[in-house]
């Protein structure tokens, strides 16, 4: 193919309203939350949308998991005054009642903080922000931490305006050990009061997690080869919102990329996929991993947070090739990409990185640190803009497409366990049980 071939496959690109079709149709449908059943119609929403992009042999899986299914949730300051909030219990909390308990505040629940505080029969207040100057302290440490301290629950709330409860598993893949829920920062403000009046609560979660399965799709593009990469998307989402920028967009973006990727030269096969159950424990990334030849795999593109927000941002997750190759598809598309060293254990990437494959995790440039929107019932569509979706899902073509003709070095397991132990993970990693028992 000539590259003005290519350039008009990105001009129809720009002009393409699939992708938008695609947000709108996971976001208007049930939840995605993972095992149920808007999930699996997700997947095969997915597997539709790769065949009409000119795919082949697609294929809707399923693998099995523990469903988690919410039910009430309820929590009430008892002292020094009688006073309920509005909570949601978070993904794998166990059901569980605490009729009467005191009031902590762990601040932002990193592992010092839990240190200065009697979290021992308490029912512990930690905040979704982490230090300032400091790395992002992931939601599932600070639950780690108030479990080994022998907490009674786990309350975690918003460092965001706008009455809006945090959501997000506990563990992976598995229920977790104490009751847990998560507030607003309004109501985290009321409940640090009380914490420092020596309040006292009463908190209850009604909730089930139960043998069930959750769905994958994935389709091939490109010639029939040994080799090829793999580009994926999680289409699962949490059930308090629409999903649509977590992680909606990444699969419009991926939509959009393989309508792309149909009309390109390709010197390997490609694979498309979206999984499920990335929210509870990387689940569907890990079966996924298990059906394909990993040998085989040149390279992971991880699609988890692109299409968001107005610039592309990529985590290269320990293999600094990337960023050359990175670099090279932003001055051919002419549109920026920003390029970060990030290496974490909490999306899709993580099953293929930790089983030798070289992983890329497009994300997006966020207004402000954090998540934003995400996790909340504020995920909607509105937030989202169809011109990010096309623009990444080009920029993610080209990447793909290079990826067929360049080969990265595939990762070194001890590199990755002493990157992660030098930038001081591994205690968070443990305390959220993610930090894998053959590095020991």
Not at 72 to 95: G, I, K, Q
Not at 138 to 150: F, L, N, P, Q, S
């Amino acid at each position: 193919m000539t590259e003005d071939a290519a350039d008009a496959a990105l001009g129809r690109a720009w002009r393409d309203d699939t992708p938008w079709r695609v947000l709108t149709a996971l976001t208007e449908g049930d939840d995605r939350l993972a095992g149920h059943e808007g999930e699996a119609a997700a997947a095969e929403l997915a597997g539709r949308a790769f065949l009409d992009a000119g795919a082949r042999d697609a294929r809707v899986e399923t693998f099995a998991l523990p469903v988690w299914t919410r039910g009430d949730c309820s929590l009430a300051v008892t002292d020094p005054v009688e006073r309920e909030f509005p909570a949601f219990a978070l993904p794998y909390s166990p059901a569980g009642e605490i009729a009467d308990a005191p009031l902590v505040d762990a601040g932002h629940g990193t592992e010092g903080d839990f240190a200065e505080v009697d979290a021992e029969g308490a029912v512990v207040l930690a905040s979704t922000d982490s230090p300032a100057g400091g790395p992002l302290v992931h939601r599932m440490e600070k639950y780690g931490y108030a479990v080994d301290g022998a907490a009674a629950g786990f309350v975690f709330y918003n460092h965001r305006d706008g009455q809006l409860p945090p959501t997000g598993a506990l563990r992976f893949g598995r229920e977790g050990e104490i009751p847990a829920a998560g507030v607003s920062k309004e109501t985290g403000a009321w409940l640090r009061e009380y914490a420092d009046r020596g309040g006292r609560v009463a908190f209850a979660v009604d909730a089930s997690t139960e043998r069930g399965t959750g769905t994958n799709a994935h389709a091939v593009l490109g010639p029939d080869t040994d080799e090829e990469v793999l580009a994926l998307a999680h289409h699962d989402a949490h059930d308090v919102a629409e999903g649509a920028l977590d992680n909606g967009c990444g699969v419009a973006t991926l939509v959009a990329a393989a309508r792309v990727l149909a009309d390109l030269d390709l010197d390997c096969r490609v694979r498309v996929a979206t999984v499920g159950a990335e929210e509870v424990g990387l689940l569907g990334s890990a079966a996924l991993a298990d059906a394909v030849d990993l040998d085989a795999v040149r390279a992971v593109v991880n699609v988890d947070g692109a299409g968001r927000y107005r610039t592309l941002r990529a985590f290269t997750h320990g293999t600094d090739a990337f960023a050359g190759v990175l670099e090279d598809v932003s001055e051919r598309a002419n549109r920026p990409i920003e390029v970060e060293e990030t290496l974490h254990p909490y999306s899709d990437h993580w099953p293929f990185l930790r089983r030798g494959v070289p992983a890329v995790q497009l994300h997006s440039v966020t207004p402000e640190r954090g998540r934003g929107w995400g996790h909340t019932p504020a995920d909607t569509r509105d937030k989202a803009d169809s011109r990010n979706l096309r623009e990444h899902g080009a920029l993610a073509a080209l990447l793909v497409q290079t990826l067929t003709r360049r080969t990265v070095p595939r990762p070194d397991d001890d590199e990755l366990r002493e990157t992660l132990a030098d930038a001081g993970m591994r205690p968070g990693m443990e305390a959220a049980d993610v930090w894998p028992a053959d590095w020991d």
